[in-house]
């Protein structure tokens, strides 16, 4: 085991790079700490370990596929025997590639993280000062994630085994696995402690102490520290600092490079000549092909582009790219589509007769009748069985197994780049957010609203009065984490928020989730396989780790 920590230092801390490259140059280990440089370029390290590299393996990288996947936003078309499918459909597995990649990634960082805090002295000036701040920010944001990832949400119980937590850099240091209630302790005093310490302007490629504020932000609202939630995010938003895009710059929100964005408060900056590897391995190739780059095989849900959907003005559809099929001259063809009984996609032609469109099932004709529901025209029609079938109007669309393709562009087109990402870890909409959910959980519904309302409008919907505006059967906690997935989705948060507030997450929506035997079509928050397994090459090389059930 010694052997294997030993090459976790030599990996984070002897290795210099540039934040904005990859791969970087190792150099040794006493050129790197002797010059006046050297706690800076370990520090950039822990950031490129964060980011990881152009074939998609790292820290970030892995942490979308595995928040992501286990979601209701996302529908795969197929099986395949990456380990993300084992994530995607509840069947977890102890020898995913991808979660042990996540971890060793993340304690390769800590590590680093650990050594530069070792070695700086602070009080020496306010550029080593913020520079030791950086490090405790991504030791923070690392076990953060980590414990939601590898442990029960801090709302089902403090006692729960969480991960273990390593605050040295000493190969003697073999720590086992510490409690939730204890990482989250440890995750709110290093993002307090980097507080402090950084006070330098920096871009949002690198941590500040507006970063650590907003993950304070987060981290206290998944403790249910409401007061504390709103009040870092008070922090963030009264600096001044960052201003939400524009409604008309919105859905360009990630091709945008992330130097230029005004609400992106932290985020792990990617470049074509050291990230991209011409896409195929990026976490946005699984999302879209564009451009001949990508597999692009796992799409949005239908779940939540029906969420979506309920105002077709919503500036959010366009992260969604339905890919249209034309006839032979080039025209769309009109359709009409549903979902069976089995969640099956069904397409079908439409036809105009006399002013009165039709399609045909099984040999007879069937008129597409509409009703309104205030602004929104809604389609139907009536089965041999005298059952209302909602329907869709739109037009046909390539398909992959029968499952269209809805493509998913939050994670692509970086400076127009097919498969070049930034991913965001906070900005300015989410921090309106934690402040909505943390006012309805302190039955303050109008602040809740007035929060709410801030994204609704910049998406240019409809906002709510008040509740006798909410969809029927909905209340305050409903309409937040709904427009929590609306506004967040694909940025690593959906799992979590279903989770956390122990809720179930329903996947009664076509997709491979429900192939084979057991499938989950919903999830329980008290479900073991709400959390991955811990990685079992990890069990081997320090056999105390306790398993996750």
Known sequence: MKKVILSIIMAALFTACDIDRFPYDSI??????????????????????????????????????????????????????????YTYNYHNITTSSRANNLWSAGYKAVVGCNKVIELAS??????????????????GLIYFQLVNVFGRPYSQGTSNLGVPLKTTSSIEDLPDRNTVGEVYEQVVQDLLKAETLMSLTKTNSYATQEAAQALLSRVY????????????????????????????????????????NP????????????????????????????????????????????????????????????????DTEGNKIPVVYWIDDTYKYQFRETFEDGG????????????????????????????????KVSLIMDYDMDKRNGYPKFYILKASLQDDVP????????????????????????????MALENVNIIRERAGIPTYGSAADFPEGQEIMDVVLDERRMELAYEGHRKFDVFRNNRVLDRHYPGTHLNGNNPYYEVEPTDDRVIEYIPESQIIAQPSLIQNQ
């Open 28 to 85: 040794a280990s006493e050129e790197l700490f002797a010059g006046e440089g050297g706690l800076e370029s370990a520090t950039l390290g822990n950031y490129a370990l964060l980011k990881g590299d152009a074939d998609g393996n790292g820290f970030a990288p892995q942490l979308h596929r595995l928040t992501e996947y286990p979601g209701d936003n996302v529908s795969l078309s197929g099986t395949t025997t990456d380990p993300l499918f």
């Open 122 to 139: 602070e009080g020496e000036s306010v550029e080593m000062d913020h520079l030791i701040g950086e490090n405790y920010y991504l030791r």
């Open 221 to 260: 609202l998944y403790m249910e520290e409401n007061d504390k939630a709103i009040e870092f995010a008070d922090k963030v938003i009264n600096s001044g600092q960052f201003s939400l895009v524009s409604t008309s710059s919105l859905p360009s929100y990630f091709n945008m490079n992330p130097d230029d």
């Open 263 to 326: 609400e992106t408060i932290f985020c792990f900056k990617y470049l074509e000549e050291s990230d991209y590897n011409h896409g195929w391995y990026t976490v946005g190739s699984m999302y879209a092909n564009i451009q001949g780059s990508g597999w692009g095989e796992m799409y949005a849900s239908s779940s939540y582009l029906e969420l979506l959907n309920q105002h077709p003005e919503d500036a959010r559809i366009n992260f969604i790219e339905p890919q249209y099929l034309t």
């Open 356 to 387: 009165v469109t039709y399609f045909t099932e099984n040999e007879t004709n069937y008129e597409v009748m509409s009703e309104q529901d205030g602004d929104l025209t809604k389609y139907y029609f009536t089965n041999s069985s005298n059952e």
């Open 419 to 446: 498969q070049l990402w930034s991913p965001v870890v906070s900005r300015l909409a989410e921090l309106y957010l934690n402040k909505a959910e943390a006012y309805a959980k302190l039955g303050n519904t109008s």
